[in-house]
């Protein structure tokens, strides 16, 4: 059974960094584009950043462009968003995503694999 399973979340202030995690388990993901998605309350889920199944590319949302970072760790399955100089607009559910596929992709429709979310929020 694969699973995606975040980490990571929590409560800080404007300005603060957090680093959250996705560990995937029953797969390797090692070629697989992982994406990092959120949904904040009463708003559709908005796509935060991916890395491709090589890691040669990353694509971010304008909003955290400079500010979020998306990294793996092939050897532990794993994949990073970190987050630096957050702002209260950040806070969100996480969504940690897979393709089966190598290819980035900003839409979630795409994605084949869902964690279930790790809750952010970011106090001014």
């Known amino acids: 059974q694969v699973q995606l399973v975040e980490s990571g979340g929590g409560l800080v202030q404007a300005g603060d960094s957090l680093r959250l995690s996705c560990a995937a388990s029953g797969r390797t993901f090692g070629n697989s584009a992982m994406g990092w998605f959120r949904q904040a309350p009463g708003k559709e889920r908005d796509f935060v950043g991916v890395i491709s199944g090589s890691g040669g590319t990353t694509i971010y949302a304008d909003s955290v462009k400079g500010r979020f970072t998306v990294s793996r760790d092939k050897a532990k399955n794993t994949v990073y968003l970190q987050m630096n100089s957050l702002k209260p607009e950040d806070t969100a559910v996480y969504y940690c995503?897979?393709?089966?596929?190598?290819?980035?992709?900003?839409?979630?429709?795409?994605?084949?694999?869902w964690g279930q979310g790790t809750q952010v929020t970011v106090s001014s």
């Open positions: 995503a897979a393709r089966r596929i190598a290819a980035a992709s900003r839409v979630g429709a795409s994605y084949d694999y």
